[in-house]
C-alpha cells in the first residue's frame, strides 16, 4: 500500500542552525501538507501546497519557515534559524485529487529537538 | 471558545466493551469529519471520514455526525487490545483539496485484556 514517508525520523540541532524535513508523498497525490505537534499538544497545520505554491499557511507558519517541491517526489519543509519552541514532531501529509477529498495520509513524523 | 474540543482522557475500558469517543466544534463551515488513529510517536492513521450528517460504518467502528449539534461521535465495538491509541477528530471545510484539518487534542484509550 502506498504510503508518505518522512526523513530523517530525528533530528537534533542547535538553536539558530537551519533545518531541513524532507518527506515523500504519495504518487498520485497533488496536495501537500505540513502539522505540528509539539509534546503533549494537539496536531496543528502549519501550511498547505498545491500546483507549486502555498495554499494556506498558519499563524506559526512565520518566515523562519518555507516549503518547497524541488522535484517530482519530494516535499520539503525548512526552518531557517531554529528556536527552541520549534520542537516538535513534524508531520508530512499528502491528498488525492477531487474524487477523494479530504483524506489526508500523514508520513511517520520527523521528532526535531532544538536544544 | 475552541473550534474543535475532545476529551483528553485517559479512557481504559475491558476488551469486548463498546467504546463511545466524541468532539465537539464551533465552526459551522465545517462539512468534511474525520477520526484518525495515532500510535505512540507515530504519524496519525485515518480510519474513517463522514461529510455532512449522518452515520458511517467500517466494521467494528461507527462515525455519527451531527451537524445541528455539533457534534460526532466514533463508536468502538467489540474494542481489542490493539484498539489501545490515542484517537483524533479532524475537521475541514468544503473548499475541494486545500483544505487544512483542525483537530481535537485526541483521547487516549486503553482496552484492557
Known amino acids: 500500500e502506498p504510503e508518505v514517508t518522512q526523513t530523517p525520523s530525528h533530528q537534533v540541532t542547535q538553536m539558530g542552525q537551519e533545518v531541513i524535513l524532507r518527506c515523500v508523498p504519495i504518487?498520485?497525490?497533488?496536495?501537500f501538507y505540513w502539522y505540528r505537534q509539539i509534546l503533549g499538544q494537539k496536531v496543528e497545520f502549519l501550511v498547505s501546497f498545491y500546483n507549486n505554491e502555498i495554499s494556506e499557511k498558519s499563524e506559526i507558519f512565520d518566515d523562519q519557515f518555507s516549503v518547497e517541491r524541488p522535484d517530482g517526489s519530494n516535499f520539503t519543509l525548512k526552518i531557517r534559524s531554529t528556536k527552541l519552541e520549534d520542537s516538535a514532531m513534524y508531520f508530512c501529509?499528502?491528498?488525492?485529487?477531487?474524487?477523494?477529498?479530504?483524506?489526508?495520509?500523514f508520513g511517520p513524523g520527523t521528532r526535531l529537538l532544538v536544544l | 471558545q475552541k473550534e474543535v474540543e475532545q476529551d483528553p482522557g485517559p479512557l481504559s475500558v475491558p476488551e469486548g466493551a463498546i467504546v463511545s469517543l466524541n468532539c465537539t466544534y464551533s465552526n459551522s463551515a465545517f462539512q468534511y469529519f474525520m477520526w484518525y488513529r495515532q500510535y505512540s510517536r507515530k504519524g496519525p492513521e485515518l480510519l474513517m471520514y463522514?461529510?455532512?450528517?449522518g452515520n458511517k460504518e467500517d466494521g467494528r467502528f461507527t462515525a455519527q455526525v451531527d451537524k445541528s449539534s455539533k457534534y460526532i461521535s466514533l463508536f468502538i465495538r467489540d474494542s481489542q487490545p490493539s484498539d489501545s491509541a490515542t484517537y483524533l477528530c479532524?475537521?475541514?471545510?468544503?473548499?475541494?483539496?486545500?483544505?487544512?484539518?483542525?483537530f481535537g487534542t485526541g483521547t487516549r484509550l486503553t482496552i484492557i485484556p
Open positions: 504518487s498520485n497525490h497533488l496536495y
Open positions: 463522514t461529510y455532512s450528517s
Open positions: 501529509a499528502s491528498s488525492l485529487d477531487r474524487r477523494s477529498p479530504k483524506t489526508q495520509y
Open positions: 479532524a475537521m475541514s471545510g468544503a473548499n475541494f483539496g486545500n483544505e487544512k484539518l483542525t
